[in-house]
């Protein structure tokens, strides 16, 4: 059974999402959440389905803690759903293709420190985007410029607003990511 570790910094509906998805899986499993935030209701979300799930703060992210932690662990995949902080060199190297990411929007547009959430469709909506979507990608030092694995897009209309593509975004998100995941686990 492959292991699968989850960042989050929010809510967690992404990382319920793919809890569920695995949940009767014979090849995978989420066996920890990991989040940057002790108030993060990601962190109830993994109680309700029995999931392990522990909060850490900067000093333990950077200092070595954390990668060290997740080498005990050894998960076959690093998964970040809505983790707001970028990864230490450390655990990249630790984990050499064994991080990905999900961004909302079509990389390389709208990505990069401080694009994430609703800055994100904020600034498609803003910009007159008539397409937006998703990108799941591998973690590297940089900020949304790991190699891409998958990209789904969904059109845009003048009258959306920044709301409503957040919605189709996360709808995409919903439908796409767990199963990215899982070509990746099989791959």
Do not use: C
């Amino acid at each position: 059974m492959k292991s699968i570790v989850i960042l989050a910094s929010g809510s967690g509906t992404n990382a319920e999402n793919i809890i569920k998805y695995f949940e009767d899986s014979k090849t995978a499993s989420v066996t920890m959440i990991l989040s940057n935030k002790k108030e993060a209701k990601v962190l109830d979300r993994a109680t309700i389905y029995g999931k392990s799930a522990i909060s850490f703060n900067k000093t333990a992210f950077t200092n070595g803690h954390i990668v060290n932690f997740l080498s005990i662990l050894k998960p076959d995949l690093i998964v970040l759903a809505g983790f707001l902080w970028k990864v230490p060199s450390d655990i990249i190297k630790a984990f050499p293709n064994k991080i990905i990411n999900i961004h909302p929007a079509l990389l390389p547009k709208y990505g990069g420190k401080g694009m994430y959430g609703m800055h994100v469709h904020e600034a498609v909506v803003t910009n007159k985007e008539t397409t937006s979507g998703i990108t799941i990608h591998y973690v590297n030092e940089n900020y949304d410029e790991g190699n891409i694995i998958f990209q789904e897009s969904v059109a845009i209309t003048p009258n959306d607003n920044a709301e409503d593509v957040a919605h189709k975004i996360h709808q995409l998100e919903y439908m796409h990511f767990p199963k990215i995941i899982e070509k990746v686990l099989n791959d």
